[in-house]
Protein backbone atom coordinates (compact mmCIF):
# COMPACT_ATOMS: atom_id res chain seq x y z
CA UNK A 1 0.00 0.00 0.00
CA UNK A 2 1.56 3.22 -1.07
CA UNK A 3 2.35 6.01 1.73
CA UNK A 4 -0.03 8.61 2.48
CA UNK A 5 1.35 11.81 1.61
CA UNK A 6 0.88 15.85 3.12
CA UNK A 7 -1.35 17.97 1.39
CA UNK A 8 0.41 19.85 -1.61
CA UNK A 9 0.61 23.35 0.33
CA UNK A 10 0.72 24.99 -3.26
CA UNK A 11 -2.82 23.74 -4.04
CA UNK A 12 -6.13 25.52 -2.38
CA UNK A 13 -7.61 22.59 -0.31
CA UNK A 14 -10.93 20.91 -1.18
CA UNK A 15 -14.34 22.08 0.78
CA UNK A 16 -16.64 18.90 1.51
CA UNK A 17 -19.77 19.35 0.11
CA UNK A 18 -20.58 19.25 3.75
CA UNK A 19 -18.98 22.97 3.98
CA UNK A 20 -20.38 24.31 1.25
CA UNK A 21 -24.15 23.44 1.66
CA UNK A 22 -24.54 24.24 5.60
CA UNK A 23 -27.35 22.17 8.16
CA UNK A 24 -30.22 23.99 9.25
CA UNK A 25 -32.23 23.34 12.78
CA UNK A 26 -35.24 22.27 11.77
CA UNK A 27 -37.65 21.38 14.55
CA UNK A 28 -40.20 18.95 13.53
CA UNK A 29 -43.80 19.27 16.18
CA UNK A 30 -46.74 16.39 16.31
CA UNK A 31 -49.49 18.34 18.47
CA UNK A 32 -50.23 14.30 19.50
CA UNK A 33 -51.18 14.17 23.04
CA UNK A 34 -52.24 10.65 23.82
CA UNK A 35 -49.18 9.18 22.79
CA UNK A 36 -46.61 7.69 25.66
CA UNK A 37 -43.99 7.92 23.22
CA UNK A 38 -42.82 9.55 19.79
CA UNK A 39 -39.93 9.27 17.30
CA UNK A 40 -39.44 10.74 13.62
CA UNK A 41 -38.12 8.49 11.17
CA UNK A 42 -37.20 9.17 7.69
CA UNK A 43 -34.62 9.42 4.51
CA UNK A 44 -31.91 11.64 6.99
CA UNK A 45 -31.82 8.58 9.65
CA UNK A 46 -32.15 5.35 7.52
CA UNK A 47 -35.91 5.32 8.73
CA UNK A 48 -34.86 4.33 11.71
CA UNK A 49 -37.01 5.59 14.54
CA UNK A 50 -34.99 4.56 17.76
CA UNK A 51 -32.57 7.20 16.45
CA UNK A 52 -35.09 10.55 17.22
CA UNK A 53 -36.45 10.03 20.28
CA UNK A 54 -39.25 13.50 20.47
CA UNK A 55 -39.15 15.46 23.43
CA UNK A 56 -42.72 15.71 25.37
CA UNK A 57 -43.95 19.31 25.46
CA UNK A 58 -44.91 21.13 28.69
CA UNK A 59 -47.75 22.46 26.31
CA UNK A 60 -48.50 19.34 25.01
CA UNK A 61 -48.05 17.54 22.09
CA UNK A 62 -43.86 16.66 21.28
CA UNK A 63 -41.25 17.99 19.35
CA UNK A 64 -37.84 16.98 17.69
CA UNK A 65 -34.95 20.13 16.67
CA UNK A 66 -33.01 18.08 14.19
CA UNK A 67 -29.78 19.17 11.72
CA UNK A 68 -30.99 18.51 8.57
CA UNK A 69 -28.69 19.81 5.09
CA UNK A 70 -30.42 21.03 2.26
CA UNK A 71 -32.82 18.84 -0.19
CA UNK A 72 -36.16 16.45 0.42
CA UNK A 73 -36.46 14.61 2.70
CA UNK A 74 -39.21 12.03 3.88
CA UNK A 75 -40.24 11.21 7.23
CA UNK A 76 -43.10 10.40 9.24
CA UNK A 77 -43.51 10.10 12.98
CA UNK A 78 -43.89 7.22 15.18
CA UNK A 79 -46.57 7.64 18.12
CA UNK A 80 -46.79 4.23 20.22
CA UNK A 81 -45.62 2.05 17.12
CA UNK A 82 -47.84 3.66 14.67
CA UNK A 83 -46.54 5.30 11.79
CA UNK A 84 -48.16 8.64 10.85
CA UNK A 85 -47.66 11.36 8.05
CA UNK A 86 -47.22 15.00 9.93
CA UNK A 87 -50.77 16.80 10.15
CA UNK A 88 -48.96 19.98 9.94
CA UNK A 89 -47.22 19.44 6.69
CA UNK A 90 -50.00 19.13 3.40
CA UNK A 91 -46.68 18.06 1.47
CA UNK A 92 -46.68 14.55 1.53
CA UNK A 93 -45.54 11.51 -1.45
CA UNK A 94 -47.01 8.08 -1.98
CA UNK A 95 -44.88 5.50 -0.30
CA UNK A 96 -44.82 1.59 -1.00
CA UNK A 97 -47.22 0.96 1.84
CA UNK A 98 -50.12 2.15 0.66
CA UNK A 99 -50.11 5.10 2.61
CA UNK A 100 -48.06 9.02 2.46
CA UNK A 101 -44.66 10.49 3.45
CA UNK A 102 -44.46 13.50 4.42
CA UNK A 103 -42.17 15.55 2.74
CA UNK A 104 -39.78 18.85 3.71
CA UNK A 105 -37.79 20.77 0.89
CA UNK A 106 -35.06 22.73 2.59
CA UNK A 107 -33.32 24.89 0.24
CA UNK A 108 -29.43 25.37 -0.47
CA UNK A 109 -28.85 29.02 0.66
CA UNK A 110 -27.99 31.20 -1.66
CA UNK A 111 -24.41 32.05 -2.49
CA UNK A 112 -23.75 27.88 -1.96
CA UNK A 113 -22.89 24.99 -4.83
CA UNK A 114 -23.96 21.81 -4.52
Do not use: C
Amino acid sequence: MKPRTPADPSRPARRSKAAATPSRKIRFKLPYTEAKEVFIAGTFNDWHPAMFPMIESRSGGWHKDLMLPPGVHEYLFVADGRWIADPGNPQTTPNPFGGVNSVLEIPTPRGTSE
